[in-house]
């Protein structure tokens, strides 16, 4: 058997002390300001992209084997055998609904550094001698970088698609000195065709097959007309404005829920498990409807679209290049969540912050896995000692665990908020001083999320200087109240926050990706509308699509336990609800006038309405769907008063009101979620 490939992350540019080079934020990555090497290092970024995602498919460390792993086509990768599959099991390696998610993502984004770290030496070989000294401190210190798709430009309210995904032509500058213009290895990856215009290995039929390139929002695929004729697919025409509308209006009407969803991400999830995945963790537990991988999977059908492009499906999702940048930032939010919540909590028992975590890590927990991978049959039971095939350690065939990954600082990288070395974080007997640490992490999450919560609400609106780092800027002022709505809402810094959960059977659509949408007032009557219309917000049920073979639900329906095929997800409505108090918006024709408790629920119960897109743009009827829970949970949330706290939620309530009697909707009578 030949060796296996060692996923042991990149060992240049380490410093000392421990320090590791920066995953930067995309816009800080290509932004001298921020990162000494940006020039040389995008420009060697994308030769080396363009190298790998030409290198042929029968090479391991191929764009295509390497996106390969999660999905289709469906093969073993360095030799980690597949199992016959049993009736409804997933044939790619990926896991989902799984606390195996987040660690098993980890090492997937850690192998793609480190090839295209590779094939950046590869590069940087090319150049002439002189030239090669100058470049190589950018070769050493590089790292892949992410999108934070959380992140406000600068001065706005506005989510944005980085412009490296948006550009379908980029200026590179070759070896020899040659600038020339190139496809745009970050806008989409080509895939090698065989002779009859196949993609080698993939099933199911067209689109998937034979679709040239990745693609996001395309147009509507025709099942009756050849792909030749639509231009979009074939061409692999990418719509990422309609990704950008998509990003801002599914979060609502205020389009900041996505930004309050990843804050309280971080300030209400102090247990790995719940954090870890979109399992329904058992009833009684309101507030843990979120998740890592909700979010996540909310952020896949935004860029893929529902009109079926890439991302949005779980057998092709690794083969757009956006998806790399997209884990890349779910790492970074597992390496935070890690570092607020670390192992040695209970050395800090005064900290108010770190005696509340729970269970940091996988602590015993194990979860039932419904699906199945490409090597684990469905149902089996996950825990941190499940194998993350096909990733290895060494050279030898030593598959890793969650525990082997625990520590993402032994992979040579780092992020920004999490500097562990710096020398402020060691007292003269060298010992780390965890809690001034996290406080660090809780300061700058609230610089980068915090602005979405009541108290920078008013703030957020006013008009500020472009060039500033706003919001930062906007976290600077602080605590103080602004007049207005906030007062009224905010009582002795305590609000009501408001949150919709959705608990479903993952299979509900035979397998395939869906959408649980929720809206405020009317219900567009044309399901194409959904996406962006009367928006309350959405929940994402990542899977494939009948043109992808390999998700026979069905089967797994009857292979497991319907318990275990229940999924989470949350939508945190209340920046919504303040931004019509404010506005004194009319829906349906009344005025919200406050976050009052009845007159919240009376207001929701009236206007918010669901419904269930499948992908493809078609209704799944309520009436098919009878796991479908809808249910509004309230909590007490009492403000900060100190700089790097964050807000604390208290328990969620469910309240009835909004959603009893209605199809889909939760009944404290009849129903536990
Ligand atoms: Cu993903």
Redesign the pocket.
């Known amino acids: 058997m030949p060796d296996t490939y060692p996923i042991v992350g990149i060992k240049d540019g380490l410093g000392p002390n421990g320090a590791r080079p920066l995953r930067y934020e995309i816009n800080k990555f290509v932004d001298p300001k921020y990162n000494p090497y940006a020039k040389d290092q995008l420009n060697l970024f994308l030769l080396a992209l363009e190298k790998i995602q030409a290198m042929s498919p029968s090479e391991r460390l191929s764009w295509f084997q390497i996106g390969g792993i999660h999905g289709q086509p469906y093969v073993d990768w360095d030799g980690s055998k597949g199992i016959k599959p049993e009736k409804g099991q997933w044939e790619g390696y990926c896991t989902h609904a799984s606390i195996l998610f987040p660690t098993w993502h980890r090492l997937y984004v850690a192998l793609i550094e480190q090839a295209v770290h590779e094939c950046m030496k590869k590069v940087l070989a090319e150049f002439p001698q002189d030239k090669q000294a100058a470049l190589k401190p950018a070769v050493d210190h590089w790292r892949y970088p992410y999108w934070d798709w959380a992140l406000v430009k600068p001065g706005t309210t506005e989510l944005v698609v980085p412009e490296l995904l948006r550009l379908e032509k980029i200026d590179v500058q070759r070896p020899n000195g040659v600038t020339q213009k190139i496809d745009n290895p970050m806008y989409r990856y080509q895939f090698p065709l065989n002779a009859q215009g196949q993609i080698e290995g993939f099933t199911g039929g067209p689109p998937y097959t034979e679709t040239p390139f990745t693609v996001r929002h395309p147009a509507p695929w025709d099942e009756s007309e050849s792909i030749k004729t639509q231009k979009t697919w074939y061409e692999g025409l990418s719509d990422n404005a309609a990704v950008q509308t998509s990003l801002n209006d599914v979060s609502g009407l205020a389009g900041r829920q996505l930004v309050a969803g990843v804050y309280q991400l971080f300030a209400m999830f102090r247990s790995y498990a719940p954090f870890s995945n979109v399992s329904w963790s058992g009833p009684g537990n309101p507030g843990d409807y979120s998740s890592i991988e909700a979010l ?1 999977n909310s952020v ?1 059908v935004i860029i893929g679209g529902r009109t079926q492009g890439h991302m949005s499906i779980v057998n092709f ?1 690794g083969f757009d290049p956006a998806f790399w940048m ?2 890349g930032n779910v790492e970074r939010q597992l390496a935070i969540f890690q570092a607020l919540n670390p192992a040695d909590y209970k050395d800090w028992p005064n900290d108010p912050w770190l005696r509340n975590t729970v269970n940091p890590w996988f602590d015993g927990v194990s979860q039932t896995d419904s699906r199945g991978t490409w090597t684990r049959p469905p149902s089996t039971a996950e825990s941190a000692n499940s194998l993350l095939t096909p990733f290895h350690k060494d050279t030898n065939g030593t598959v890793y665990d969650s525990d082997g990954c625990r520590y993402f600082a032994n992979f040579g990288y780092a992020f920004e908020e999490l500097q562990d070395w710096l020398p402020k974080y060691r007292d003269a007997s060298g010992k780390f001083n965890t809690p001034l640490y996290c406080q660090d992490i809780r300061k700058a999450l609230s610089e980068e999320y915090g602005w979405s919560l009541p108290t920078q609400h008013a703030i957020s609106r006013l008009p500020r200087a472009v060039e500033e780092p706003s919001v930062a800027e906007v976290a600077a002022e602080d605590f103080v109240l602004p007049q207005g709505i906030v007062p009224q809402a905010v009582q002795d810094r305590q609000y009501n926050e408001y949150v919709v959960n959705v608990l479903v059977d993952r299979f509900a659509n035979n397998g395939e990706t869906f959408v649980v949408d929720l809206f405020l007032g009317e219900v567009p009557d044309d399901v194409r509308s959904w996406e962006t219309a009367n928006k309350l917000g959405m929940v994402a049920i990542f899977g494939g699509t009948q043109y992808a073979s390999g998700n026979c639900a069905n089967c797994a329906n009857q292979a497991s336990n319907p318990e275990t095929r229940l999924v989470t997800g949350q939508v945190t409505i209340t920046t919504t609800l303040l931004d019509l108090i404010e506005a004194k918006k009319k829906v349906g024709g009344e005025v919200l006038g406050s976050l009052d408790k009845d007159e919240v629920a009376q207001f929701l119960k009236k206007n918010m309405h669901w419904r269930i897109a499948k992908i493809g743009n078609t209704e799944l009827p309520l009436s098919e769907v009878p796991s479908l829970k809808v249910s509004v949970a309230v909590a007490t949330a009492t403000l900060p008063t100190e700089e790097g706290e964050f807000v604390d939620y208290g328990d969620f309530e469910l309240i009835d009101e909004p959603t009893v009697g209605r199809t889909g909707g939760y009944d404290s009578r009849t129903d536990e979620v």
């Open positions: 996540h896949h999702a997209h884990h």
